[in-house]
């Protein structure tokens, strides 16, 4: 395993895809982050992440920054691997990222504890 990922046991893993696929399903989420809290769940850089998904890298890096207009394929792509398919969701309320919902994680898994130490 890549020494720059920290080891997350696997229950704590679901439940962080768990709140990911929560956060697209309710629109809480941009397609970027959407796309980069993915690549995030896979751990792979996103160089690994784009080469396994057949995109550029530039590509990818477009899409994660929100400054890309992805085609369907493309997103097809990236969603598959994770049993998702492109398709309509109501805009959420709220924008959450990816290092929202494993703060939040971290938060319910060391309830004493805050984000910061």
Same mark, same amino acid.
């Given at each position: 395993?890549?020494?720059r990922?920290?080891r997350v #046991? $696997?229950?704590? &893993?679901s $439940?962080?895809?768990?709140?990911?696929?929560?956060?697209?399903a309710?629109?809480?989420m941009? /397609?970027?982050?959407? /796309?980069a809290?993915m690549?995030?769940?896979?751990?792979?850089?996103?160089? &690994?992440?784009?080469?396994?998904?057949g995109?550029?890298?530039?590509?990818l890096r477009?899409? &994660? $920054?929100?400054?890309?207009?992805?085609?369907?394929?493309?997103? #097809?792509? /990236?969603?598959g691997?994770f *049993?998702?398919?492109v *398709?309509? /969701?109501?805009?959420?309320?709220?924008?959450v990222?990816?290092?929202d919902?494993? &703060?939040e994680?971290?938060?319910?898994?060391?309830? *004493?504890?805050?984000?910061? *130490?």
């Amino acid at each position: 395993m890549d020494k720059r990922r920290k080891r997350v #046991d $696997a229950q704590a &893993e679901s $439940a962080l895809r768990t709140a990911i696929y929560s956060a697209i399903a309710a629109g809480d989420m941009s /397609v970027g982050q959407a /796309v980069a809290a993915m690549r995030r769940i896979s751990k792979l850089t996103q160089p &690994e992440f784009a080469k396994h998904r057949g995109l550029s890298v530039q590509s990818l890096r477009a899409i &994660e $920054a929100d400054k890309a207009n992805p085609t369907l394929d493309t997103l #097809d792509k /990236v969603a598959g691997i994770f *049993g998702l398919q492109v *398709g309509f /969701v109501p805009k959420g309320m709220r924008r959450v990222s990816w290092r929202d919902l494993e &703060e939040e994680r971290s938060a319910q898994d060391n309830p *004493g504890m805050t984000a910061q *130490g």
